[in-house]
């Protein structure tokens, strides 16, 4: 998928190809992709991959169309309003430091396992004021049973190998039970323990117009949406951030320098945040080259018009965060890691869609400001203790899924600074 999207590319702002399921088009351009996010969304609804993705998350805030869609995101704002992110900033720090403070000298470490496991822990006693430590073994497997199967949304036949008893089918069902139990065991928690402020908290008190709540189901299916949304694409993200700084001994340098001048031998704070701004740009740098959203795709639901193309209704339309961020155009030596290219200056300089790892418009990422905060905190309290080194020289093999996952395992080893 990323080698034909960049194909595609080569042909200029837009571009079709015709499927069997109808034409696609892919649009290469700041412009239309604020078009098409931003001022004429009510023209389409979301493409075939997230279609399909209602196997696992039924109609959650990924998934859903509005008007539902807007009212669900009304309901969970709350949890996600700037000064509840802010209060998550301890816990972010807690699990990081006690990572940093488990690593061992020349420990050798899967860094994406390693990424996963932390974020899931986070997400957990964040959002869903839950310990699920013990469980991020069988939440990870469960990920990597179903990620590859949304590959089957791009196949005529695909919806008929989802009936058929294949083992990777079975796998999916399998996996969809195990994070279906931890999702409920966490609802169930909830309901006996009467905790408030969280995530779930909130879903299990809202009511809709008529003061009926939330079904059982629509709680799960949110939950269960966020549980896995904000952990895997933060977690992605960082793998590739370790990735890149073992390979630009430059950057890292002036990271490590940043974050002693900042923390010195104590733990980041919410405070700290704003005085790290080389380390946002890390974490900006690294979503530029490696997007954990790496495309977005809408199918028209009547005819219209982007950035002077007629698109037909039925027609798939996809914007790459993946092509965009790579375009000379926009990025100078695109493929070359520079976190100062995100410097207020340079970020004033270039169209504000040439980059766009959350989306935007109405359904820009609810946890936009969650993730920034935490890719932050995480890399300057690891970074302060630890370098990671590559363990391959080679480029890392990519997984285009729902998300950007490492292909393999990422191997580096820890070296304490």
């Known amino acids: 998928m990323l080698g034909l999207m960049e194909r595609m590319a080569r042909y200029g702002d837009g571009a079709c190809i015709q499927a069997s399921f109808g034409p696609i088009f892919l649009f290469n351009h700041p412009d239309a992709v604020r078009e098409i996010l931003q001022t004429k969304p009510e023209c389409f609804v979301k493409s075939r991959a997230l279609e399909f993705a209602k196997m696992l998350l039924g109609e959650g805030l990924l998934t859903s169309e509005d008007p539902?869609?807007?009212?669900?995101?009304?309901?969970?704002?709350?949890?996600?309003?700037?000064?509840?992110?802010?209060?998550?900033?301890?816990?972010?720090?807690?699990?990081?430091?006690?990572?940093?403070?488990?690593?061992?000298?020349?420990?050798v470490v899967d860094m994406h396992h390693e990424m996963m496991a932390l974020t899931l822990?986070?997400?957990?006693?964040?959002?869903?004021?839950?310990?699920?430590?013990?469980?991020?073994?069988?939440?990870?497997?469960?990920?990597?049973?179903?990620?590859?199967?949304?590959?089957?949304?791009?196949l005529p036949w695909g919806a008929l190998l989802n009936r058929l008893p294949l083992p990777a089918t079975r796998r999916f069902h399998r996996a969809k039970a195990d994070l279906d139990?931890?999702?409920?065991?966490?609802?169930?928690?909830?309901?006996?323990?009467?905790?408030?402020?969280?995530?779930?908290?909130?879903?299990?008190?809202?009511?809709d117009e008529d003061?009926?709540?939330?079904?059982?189901?629509?709680?799960?299916?949110?939950?269960?949406?966020?549980?896995?949304?904000?952990?895997?694409?933060?977690?992605?993200?960082?793998?590739?951030?370790?990735?890149?700084?073992?390979?630009?001994?430059?950057?890292?340098?002036?990271?490590?320098?940043?974050?002693?001048?900042?923390?010195?031998?104590?733990?980041?704070?919410?405070?700290?945040?704003?005085?790290?701004?080389?380390?946002?740009?890390v974490f900006a740098e690294a979503m530029r080259l490696y997007p954990p959203a790496w495309a977005l795709g809408r199918r028209a639901i009547q005819d219209c018009e982007i950035f002077g193309y007629p698109i037909p209704k039925g027609a798939i339309v996809l914007v790459s965060q993946w092509t965009l961020h790579r375009d000379a155009r926009f990025w100078s030596e695109p493929l070359q890691f520079n976190p100062e290219r995100f410097t207020e200056e340079n970020k004033a300089s270039r169209p504000k869609f040439a980059y766009f790892p959350f989306g935007s418009g109405p359904r820009t990422c609810i946890g936009e400001s969650f993730a920034a905060m935490?890719?932050?905190?995480?890399?300057?309290?690891?970074?302060?203790?630890?370098?990671?080194?590559?363990?391959?020289t080679q480029p890392l093999k990519l997984q285009p899924l729902i998300t950007l996952r490492p292909r393999d395992a990422v191997m580096m080893r820890l070296e304490r600074r």
Do not use: C
């Not at 904000?230 to 430059?250: K, S």
């Open 68 to 107: 539902f869609h807007r009212r669900q995101r009304a309901l969970m704002q709350p949890a996600f309003h700037h000064k509840r992110v802010k209060s998550y900033a301890a816990s972010m720090t807690h699990y990081a430091a006690q990572m940093r403070d488990e690593w061992k000298n020349g420990q």
């Open 121 to 154: 822990s986070i997400v957990g006693k964040t959002l869903f004021n839950s310990d699920v430590g013990e469980e991020a073994h069988v939440v990870e497997r469960a990920m990597n049973a179903v990620m590859p199967l949304f590959n089957r949304a791009f």
């Open 181 to 207: 139990a931890t999702i409920a065991r966490i609802i169930a928690e909830h309901k006996t323990s009467g905790d408030v402020g969280d995530l779930v908290s909130m879903l299990l008190l809202a009511r």
């Open 211 to 281: 003061g009926a709540p939330m079904s059982d189901a629509q709680v799960r299916d949110e939950a269960l949406t966020i549980f896995l949304a904000g952990h895997e694409t933060t977690a992605n993200a960082l793998t590739y951030t370790w990735h890149l700084l073992a390979q630009n001994p430059e950057a890292e340098a002036k990271l490590h320098s940043e974050i002693d001048a900042v923390l010195a031998d104590r733990d980041a704070t919410l405070e700290d945040v704003e005085n790290l701004p080389y380390t946002q740009m």
């Open 374 to 392: 935490e890719g932050a905190l995480l890399i300057a309290t690891l970074a302060q203790k630890w370098r990671a080194i590559s363990l391959t």
